[in-house]
């Protein structure tokens, strides 16, 4: 009931801020709005001001606004200045443009508040340590080690030392870092030159340190995987493989990394019992074209352990600022990563997620309370601006391009071209959708 609420809260406040961009910008520039829909299919309420409809659809999924448009009905004489198809170019491009710029703004207000509040800030402490054999180095990183400098920088936060890592490591090889680990300090040497040559992310995470802990439990199964059909679940604790103990998760992850294709023996504690089950990891490659074994498994994070490494930093109003942009900036840049990733194959598709993913992660940011709901706001606020600037017809950025091309050419594309583009369009949005409601109908069976 809960994720219910809050799907449809969620997608009610996010679609209403994407729509208004829209209808805000078409009455800017003098085009009639015939409707304001939250949801589409048949009216479940309606009312009228000012000569517009303002209605609730039937199916909660998103929503339009509906504007004159001699393309869609004859318009009168008197009203031909008003209809969408008769603005200029730039006009147009504005007014599909504003959607996805209401949901950015949407989230920086969000987040510039957030920032004002306080919001979690983690301690530059290495609390987990997998470092990639692409790294050289003679020394050994203890966890639990603080960050004091990088190349001679001091660092104040675990992002400042991200950030301040991956700058140096634009124009350095060698990156120095001083640690304290139980009141003794440690210089360590980092050689980043073969993994420069093999990488393109030279962040902290990406080179395998961590700024918290992961538990061999498991979080989430991608559908239809070697852990899903062995028949692990959500939840399981991992015990044992091959009867070896498992420590942490990077223990597990390297012995099935280790073993593609070969059957392995896992014990799994679930609830008050012990199972045994078999798991044949499938084999695949990695980014150095190696094959290694993957089972389709994310691990738990250790929640204490994070809050433990973390305090609450107050921005003032000014300084608000600049948190709020680059939390936009980080989440925005995240979203296209990953749906760079999915696009190459690299990250499974079962991680495209629907109405049942916005549900489950809406019901668990309620329980944790308003800010943590506002947070998840704002991230999918800008999820939903990325998706509707990506340049495919029938979405906002196919729009822009349409419309950009029309500006610069001086006339608009002709009907029978924006229709096969249009068609094109509809087809992806269409399969896309699909998988997400696949993923989703998957996850559902597993819950």
């Keep these: 009931m809960l994720a219910t609420i809050g799907f449809l809260l969620t997608i009610s406040i996010l679609v209403v801020v994407h729509e208004f961009g829209h209808y805000i910008f078409a009455r800017i520039f003098g085009v009639k709005v015939i409707s304001f829909s939250i949801g589409f299919g048949p009216k479940l309420l309606s009312w009228h001001s000012k ?28 009203l031909k200045p008003q209809a969408f198809n008769n603005k200029k170019p730039l006009q147009k491009l504005l007014i599909a443009f504003a959607g996805p710029l209401f949901n950015i703004i949407f989230a920086f207000c969000a987040y510039y508040g957030l920032g004002i509040y306080g919001v979690y800030t983690l301690k530059p402490v290495i609390q987990s340590v997998n470092l990639t054999p692409l790294i050289k180095t ?30 140096e490591a634009k124009s350095n090889n060698n990156i120095n870092l001083e640690l304290k680990h139980e009141s003794k300090t440690q210089e360590v040497n980092l050689d980043l030159t073969t ?5 393109d992310d030279t962040s902290l ?12 439990i498991i979080a989430y199964t991608e559908p239809q995987s070697a852990a899903t059909l062995a028949g692990i679940r959500e939840g399981d604790k991992i015990l044992m493989v091959n009867n070896t103990p498992i420590k942490n998760w990077f223990q597990l992850t390297e012995i099935i990394r280790n073993n593609p294709s070969n059957k392995l023996d896992f014990l799994v504690q ?4 012990r199972l045994d089950l078999i798991v044949i990891p499938n084999s695949t490659y990695n980014d150095d074209g190696q094959i290694i074994g993957k089972i389709g498994i994310m ?19 000014i300084s608000s600022f600049s948190y709020a942009s680059n939390a936009c900036i980080d989440n925005m840049y995240s979203n296209l990563y990953m749906l760079t990733m999915i696009a190459k ?3 499974s598709w079962h991680n495209l997620g629907g109405p049942v993913s916005i549900a489950k992660a809406s019901e668990g940011a309620i329980h944790q309370g308003v800010k943590a709901f506002i947070d998840l706001l704002a991230l999918i606020s800008l999820s ?5 600037l990506l340049p495919i017809p029938v979405l906002d950025g196919g729009h822009i391009l349409i419309y950009g091309i029309e500006w610069l050419i001086g006339k608009p594309i002709d009907n029978r071209i924006q229709n096969i583009l249009f068609t094109i369009g509809l087809f992806i949005v269409l399969s896309l959708t699909g998988l997400a409601l696949y993923n989703d109908f998957l996850k559902l069976l597993n819950w």
Aim: aromatic letters at 10%.
């Design 384 to 388: 939903i601006a990325l998706m509707n």
């Design 205 to 216: 995470q990406a080179i395998g340190l961590y700024p918290f802990k992961y538990l061999p």
């Design 195 to 199: 993994f420069k040559n093999n990488r």
């Design 51 to 78: 000569n517009n409809e303002w209605r609730i659809g039937l199916i909660p999924l998103g929503g339009y606004v509906k504007m004159l448009d001699e393309r869609e009905a004859p318009v009168s004489d008197a």
């Design 345 to 347: 194959n690299k990250v």
């Design 270 to 273: 679930r609830g008050d019992k």
């Design 138 to 167: 003679s020394a050994i990183i203890p966890e639990s080690s603080t960050i004091i400098k990088i190349n001679d920088n001091f660092v104040s936060s675990w992002n400042n030392a991200d950030d301040l890592f991956t700058d």
């Design 299 to 317: 691990p738990t994070l250790d929640v204490d352990s994070l809050m433990q490494n973390s305090y609450i930093k107050k921005y003032s109003l």
